[in-house]
């Protein structure tokens, strides 16, 4: 467990070891905000138990009060159920995936707490704290949101930012940590255009961090705006395809 920004009245902790075995690293995330708690991309189904005691370490349990869903992928929702069967919890998701989740086995009698983003985003109030959901569509899903937290000044950036492989929490050499991003955004980011958009979104926001979902977070204004830049003049997806498809 990690924080990454506290102070009297707010927190912000990251768990950056819960998965394990084949399964991708992912972080997970929770802001606490005048003791109310909201949990980011919870996870899978082996990660649910060791989130929710992680939880309990952070805040007492009946404080969480929303769950954010920044995509449809199983790393991020596949505990949905059991987040919502032992909580009160509200949680969010785009729109466009409402009618997926059900496939990963939600309940009947909670899915009606799983309240659609729409594509525009939306704030939800955390305490008393305007956390906005920001949109990044195609970044890398077709209905993505990022999450902006105006005390800690945090962008949580979902997939974007991600690194494979790095074996440290917190980017201290941007250059020599730009091999463990290259591969995933050049493969998982499908075209230049969808950067330069967002490229565009984050110049309007007031950021001291930008905490992926898999990997090493960049914790200062510095390396967040040599990211930036890095993104700025990527080429990606079809950027770099052909064509047409090979047919084997």
């Not at 394990?20 to 909201?38: K, L, R, W």
Request: glycine share 6%.
């Amino acid at each position: 467990m990690l924080t990454i920004f506290e102070n009297a009245e707010h927190k912000n902790v990251m768990f950056s070891d819960l998965t394990s075995g084949h399964m991708v690293q992912a972080n997970q995330h929770i802001i606490v905000h005048n003791d109310e708690a909201m949990v980011l991309d919870p996870g899978g189904h082996k990660v649910y138990s060791k989130l929710f005691s992680g939880l309990s370490d952070v805040t007492p349990s009946k404080n969480l009060k929303h769950i954010f869903f920044s995509h449809q992928d199983p790393d991020i929702i596949a505990s949905a159920n059991a987040w919502l069967m032992i909580s009160k919890a509200d949680a969010y998701l785009s729109e466009l995936w409402m009618r997926f989740i059900p496939h990963f086995g939600v309940d009947e009698f909670v899915i009606s707490r799983i309240h659609p983003i729409p594509d525009e985003g939306m704030i939800i109030e955390l305490g008393g704290a305007p956390i906005k959901v920001i949109p990044a569509h195609f970044l890398h899903s077709s209905g993505n949101f990022q999450l902006y937290d105006p005390v800690a000044k945090i962008l949580y950036s979902g997939d974007l930012g991600a690194s494979i492989g790095a074996d440290y929490d917190v980017v201290k050499d941007f250059d020599e940590h730009i091999k463990f991003m290259e591969g995933f955004h050049k493969r998982y980011i499908p075209c230049k255009r969808a950067l330069d958009m967002w490229v565009n979104t984050a110049a309007k926001l007031d950021i001291d961090m930008i905490v992926p979902q898999h990997g090493a977070i960049l914790d200062t204004p510095k390396m967040s705006s040599l990211f930036i830049d890095w993104i700025s003049n990527l080429s990606c997806g079809l950027d770099l395809m052909g064509d047409s498809f090979p047919i084997p």
